[in-house]
């Protein structure tokens, strides 16, 4: 019944708005030609005819993002969200989740405001809804691009059945400093692999069409080079080179703008002393003008505000001038549109023209997202009930999660377990914390829901071959739980420490100076290993660690991440050796904090490493390579690789060059490998890095099989941005290398010319 009025009054809006259009087109779009005029029955049109309905004031509303008090994820300054909707003043609301609720809220604004214009419902949706996936930078280690567009795809799906049309995600930003805690958000350190996530993250969200009910619309985000914070610490300046911010940076975004992502965030940080969200040069120029983003761009949280401290307004007045200048469309939290536009309209100092193109690009997402067609189509309680946690996304969760571990070491097989004869000794302060399990940027996970380490192993095992005791805290200085936890290692056949980094300990605002295992852990570890008994060490972290003084006191390290609701059961699934460990680092692990940022692809400098010269470029008191590399990862399976065949030793402009390589499976077990191509551009206009991934390949080979990989290269591959700041490839001489991690040494040479 409901549906029936609003679909009427939205008929209203259009029979009254098509018949004004007729009589008077130039208030609509001022146009110069009547060509200009969008198609009538167009979603632009349809734009139109509700724009010119619309007060200056209920225009600004649309630009309004407020959160709920339902959740928190930052200061709550405007509590009185609901009469704002009344009021008509707000255009999107964020923090509300759940048939129910969200159902009350859009029935405010649909039936009891002016123009009954729909709320888009938002969330921060990072990795899974209801059930958790793995942390998105453990999840890219997986390198299964297909597997990534399923967990998307499942959260949205989660996420619109509770009522929600928009999450904030995927985070694209690269990151080169594990200081930074948000690494965890985002994908890794390489541009070409996050390029290929951030596509098949926003296609995983939001489908071929906004309009399906069960999928929900992407926000790629932060817009831009936020995760270049200086010394990794969160909301910190960045500065950079334009070159660096294309070649690098911006890439990630640019696929989630060609994948469709339907809007953009802007980020906290100043890039080159201008916010990001008052940086005109990103948003009118390079996202809009340069890469033609039809969506529209939202600030992060309270973001405008944050000018002012910032430094580059005086007052809210100018930062509300600046950020809509320069294209941020939507205020996140701020309040600040809602409160200085008007005025700025007013006195002239913001053309209505530019309020005017904000409210079209977020009507026309409301039309596409179908919320003028119908405003509940994301609020059906059935839907609700039935598709959260269903046993299809437990063991889809479940299957990602244990494609995403990182096996670091396994000195003399230590893993897989032998299962049926060993009595094990599980310790550790993360051994059976449930919450932890699924990091940062869970919001509506259920942490009293996830499986931990303990209960995948006792699910897995007779409970009499375990016995678990915590031994320390996370982070505290406490010795106490020694002795007791020792005694059952003592009496175990091998030894599995649990540890890591609380769920707190990365995400926003938890940047660490030092990135250790916090706490009496590593001391912890020490004195289990003098027992002499083999140690599995399993690890829970948001982001790359030191594990220099960790490395001699393990035989084994699974690197687990956060493996979110199935963490234990997958961890028990690899260690068991039920699945065989395929990930690979996607973020170097350095050896210490002073060697960050540390990264594969760095520049040769005039005076590269030699360690005969003590003139050259390296430290005095750590080597210049890292703990581990970008791209390593172990199997329970071990692989060869043969030197890289080329198709040709030269190649034109328009050429295809086949890099082949054979990789043979020279163990007992089946097993998954991503080979990956590297290639070096050996001299160019400007300098150019050591390394640079262009392709990988997950490929299954059985035990004893050998097979054949072939790579395709061409000059679109090679490009960069030139000492005149063109994209282009230049001709010269470039190295191959193919192989297991961005260590890789067999290589061979072309050219191009
Ligand atoms: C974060 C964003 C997030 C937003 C809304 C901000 O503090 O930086 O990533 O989407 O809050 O929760």
């Not at 932890?436 to 380490?453: F, H, I, P, R, V």
Request: aromatic share 8%.
């Amino acid at each position: 019944m409901f549906s029936r009025l609003i679909f009427l009054s939205v008929l209203c809006l259009f029979s009254e708005a098509t018949s004004s259009l007729a009589q008077a087109p130039k208030k609509v779009m001022a146009p110069k030609s009547v060509s200009k005029l969008p198609a009538k029955g167009s979603v632009d049109f349809k734009v139109d005819s509700v724009l010119k309905l619309m007060t200056l004031e209920e225009k600004i509303g649309q630009l309004n993002l407020l959160t709920s008090d339902l959740d928190q994820t930052g200061a709550s300054m405007r509590p009185q969200y609901k009469e704002d909707i009344l009021k008509g003043k707000v255009g999107a609301i964020f923090n509300a989740y759940g048939v129910e609720y969200v159902r009350k809220l859009q029935k405010m604004a649909v039936e009891e405001t002016r123009l009954k214009i729909p709320l888009i419902f938002g969330y921060d949706v990072i990795h899974g809804h209801r059930t958790i996936f793995p942390s998105p930078l453990g999840e890219s280690c997986s390198w299964d691009l297909e597997a990534m567009e399923t967990s998307a795809r499942i959260a949205a799906l989660e996420a619109s059945s509770m009522g929600l049309d928009w999450t904030f995600a995927p985070m694209v930003d690269i990151a080169r400093d594990p200081r930074w805690g948000r690494v965890m958000e985002g994908a890794g350190e390489d541009t070409y692999l996050g390029s290929l996530i951030a596509k098949a993250r926003v296609k995983g969200f939001q489908g071929s069409s906004l309009s399906d009910p069960t999928r929900v619309m992407a926000c790629a985000k932060h817009y831009a080079a936020y995760g270049a914070a200086q010394a990794g610490r969160d909301y910190s300046t960045v500065d950079m080179s334009d070159r660096t911010l294309r070649d690098v940076y911006l890439p990630p975004f640019k696929a989630a703008a060609d994948a469709g992502s339907a809007t953009f965030m802007t980020s906290f940080n100043e890039l080159n002393g201008i916010p990001a969200t008052a940086n005109k040069y990103l948003m009118d120029q390079i996202l809009r003008k340069e890469w033609g983003f039809k969506g529209f761009v939202v600030t992060d949280y309270t973001a405008i505000w944050e000018l002012l401290f910032h430094g580059i307004a005086a007052d809210s007045v100018e930062a509300v001038k600046k950020s809509i200048l320069a294209g941020s469309d939507m205020d996140m939290q701020a309040s600040m549109y809602m409160q200085r536009l008007p005025g700025l309209v007013k006195s002239g100092a913001v053309p209505v023209s530019v309020i005017d193109e904000s409210v079209r690009r977020v009507l026309r997402k409301k039309f596409e997202l179908g919320l003028f067609a119908n405003p509940f189509i994301r609020m059906d309680a059935e839907r609700e009930k039935k598709n959260v946690y269903t046993s299809a996304h437990l063991n889809m969760a479940r299957q990602i999660a244990a494609k995403s571990m990182v096996l670091l070491k396994n000195d003399h097989n230590t893993l897989p377990l032998k299962l049926t004869a060993q009595k094990i000794a599980l310790v550790g302060p993360l051994a059976d914390a449930a919450r932890d399990m699924m990091g940062s940027w869970s919001a509506a996970g259920e942490g009293e829901k996830n499986a931990t380490l303990l209960t995948g192993l006792k699910g897995s095992l007779t409970s009499s071959q375990v016995e678990y005791k915590k031994g320390c805290e996370i982070n505290d200085t406490v010795r106490a739980g020694f002795a007791e936890a020792l005694k059952a290692c003592a009496n175990s056949d091998i030894v599995i420490c649990a540890m890591g980094e609380g769920a707190w300990q990365s995400g926003e605002a938890a940047s660490r100076s030092d990135i250790k295992l916090p706490g009496v852990q590593e001391e912890f570890l020490a004195e289990v290993k003098k027992l002499g008994k083999p140690v599995v060490l399993v690890l829970f972290n948001g982001r790359p660690l030191d594990l220099t003084n960790v490395l001699p006191n393990a035989d084994a390290i699974l690197e687990a991440w956060y493996p979110g609701t199935m963490a234990g059961w997958a961890v028990t699934d690899v260690l068991a050796g039920v699945v065989n460990p395929s990930a690979k680092l996607t973020m170097t692990f350095p050896r210490n904090v002073g060697q960050v940022p540390i990264y594969y692809n760095m520049k040769n400098t005039g005076r590269p490493y030699d360690a005969n010269n003590k003139y050259t470029s390296k430290y005095l008191d750590v080597r210049n390579d890292p703990l581990f590399a970008f791209g390593y990862g172990l199997s329970y399976s071990t692989f060869l690789y043969s030197s890289p065949k080329l198709s040709a030793k030269s190649i034109g402009m328009k050429d295809t060059l086949n890099v082949t390589v054979n990789v043979k499976n020279t163990s007992t077990r089946h097993g998954e490998e991503i080979v990956q191509l590297y290639v070096q551009d050996m001299a160019g206009s400007v300098t150019r890095p050591i390394n640079e991934l262009k392709g990988f390949q997950k490929v299954m080979i059985n035990s004893g099989e050998t097979k054949t990989v072939v790579f395709k290269l061409t000059s679109n591959d090679l490009r960069f941005h030139n000492q005149d700041m063109n994209f282009v490839a230049e001709k010269g001489l470039f190295t191959v290398r193919v192989g297991g991690s961005s260590d890789a040494t067999q290589s061979d040479e072309f050219e191009l010319r």
